[in-house]
């Protein structure tokens, strides 16, 4: 990765779904279906990829209301985790949630993801509650911190 290589924000297509499920399956124990991906796609949800060059390094689905959007996932693969491409995703989200003009963007987060909870702290959300045992875990289930951010 060389610095006159830029890093691009393009919309999802049906293509990259393959390659989006083996970075889903590196960093999440319960991964979506590639089925989950397409389908989003297709409901025209705001899907994008994040890419440098050829390299796909992550994604992000978000799905917009009249007033709000909400993150439904976004993942960076390990390898570029922890070098601001997340965040960057992330702003890109809520950007354009404002150009649509919601009031708001929310998201879920597991209670065990502290840096990903870290980050969207750091971005201004707050945490408004919890879903009791919403996310599969291990052993049952684990809550999921929803998380909102005012625009």
């Known amino acids: 990765m060389t610095a006159q290589q830029t890093i691009e ?3 999802m297509l049906l293509a ?3 390659r989006i499920i083996l970075i889903e399956r590196e960093i999440f124990l319960f991964p979506w279906s590639p089925g989950n ?3 989003s796609i297709k409901a025209g949800y705001a899907c994008h990829v994040l890419q440098q060059a050829d390299t796909l390094m ?4 978000m799905m917009m209301s009249p007033e709000e959007g909400h993150i ?3 993942g960076i693969a390990a ?3 922890k070098k601001g491409l997340g965040k960057k995703l992330l702003q890109f989200l809520i950007q354009s949630a404002r150009e649509q003009n919601a009031k708001s963007v929310f998201l879920d987060v597991r209670e065990s993801n502290h840096g990903a909870a870290l980050l969207y702290k750091q971005m ?3 945490h408004i509650a ?7 875990a291990m052993c049952g289930r684990e809550d999921a911190l929803v998380m909102r951010l005012m625009l």
Do not use: M, N
């Open 72 to 74: 439904l996932t976004l």
């Open 37 to 39: 991906f397409s389908d």
């Open 124 to 126: 201004g959300f707050q």
């Open 130 to 136: 919890t879903r009791k045992g919403y996310y599969p």
């Open 9 to 11: 924000i393009r919309p």
């Open 58 to 61: 992550g994604y992000g689905i």
């Open 16 to 18: 990259d779904v393959d």
């Open 79 to 81: 390898s570029y985790q």
